[in-house]
């Protein structure tokens, strides 16, 4: 017993689609597998772990030039961890401001709900506040 799998398994097992899978093979994120006598691709656990890997970044919002460089920095573990560090802080730093955005965002838009009378569109603040911009 192989424990080799294909795209539809690692995909599910990895919880990346499969048409994903075949975009992080084209620019190079993840290895092209081998192929089966049939010609279809034969995934190992290390490729399902570095799918996950990749996936994980993702959701946490790294781009993919990042996830490039933090996963040369896993295949070569020796390596000083100060790129990861950095890599890392820059996302902070871009969620961070992220959130200030969005929170500016939320008082904006709790300011132009607390000021509607529910009355005709000439007295309503939601338009007059968009109208300001």
Known sequence: MSNEVSIGAAAQRSGVKVPTIRYYEQIGLLPAPPRTV???RSYREDDIRRLAFIRHSRELGFELDAIRTLL???DDPSQPC???DRIARTRLIEVDQR???LNALKAELEAMVEGCKQGSVCE??????LSDH
């Open 38 to 40: 049939g010609n279809r």
């Open 124 to 129: 309503c603040r939601v338009i007059e506040a």
């Open 99 to 101: 959130i200030r955005s």
């Open 72 to 74: 040369a920095l896993q």
């Open 82 to 84: 100060g790129t990861a």
